[in-house]
């Protein structure tokens, strides 16, 4: 049974917006640290950001900062990526985490950026 599940990913100029969920599952998701992390073409996982069980602490990556927000819905066991400002070097697949190296993540949903 898959416990997280993300989806939103596709094909967006640079400049866009594109809104990641991920739906999680089979675990208490209010008691978790949860975290977005991608994967670039040939390179490794890349821890993008986190947030806290209460929702009230974020982090990022500096080459996120001020692009992306995470957010989640704790009723609905749901968390979010809402990237603006999208750029090439955003291309990547991305997973949501129950930790920030991605050990435990989902199949990802890939994001392409380009014209």
């Known amino acids: 049974q898959r416990q997280l599940v993300e989806s939103g990913g596709g094909l967006v100029q640079p400049g866009g917006s594109l809104r990641l969920s991920c739906a999680a599952s089979?675990?208490?998701?209010?008691?978790?640290?949860m975290y977005w992390v991608r994967q670039a073409p040939g390179k490794g996982l890349e821890w993008v950001s986190s947030?806290?069980?209460?929702?009230?602490?974020?982090e990022y990556a500096d080459s996120v900062k001020g692009r992306f927000t995470i957010s989640r819905d704790n009723a609905e066991n749901t968390l979010y990526l809402q990237m603006n400002s999208l750029q090439s070097n955003d291309t990547a697949v991305y997973y949501c985490a129950k930790d920030s190296k991605g050990v435990t993540r989902g199949q990802g949903t890939q994001v392409t950026v380009s014209a």
């Open positions: 947030m806290n069980p209460g929702g009230t602490t974020t």
């Open positions: 089979g675990f208490s998701f209010s008691i978790y640290w």
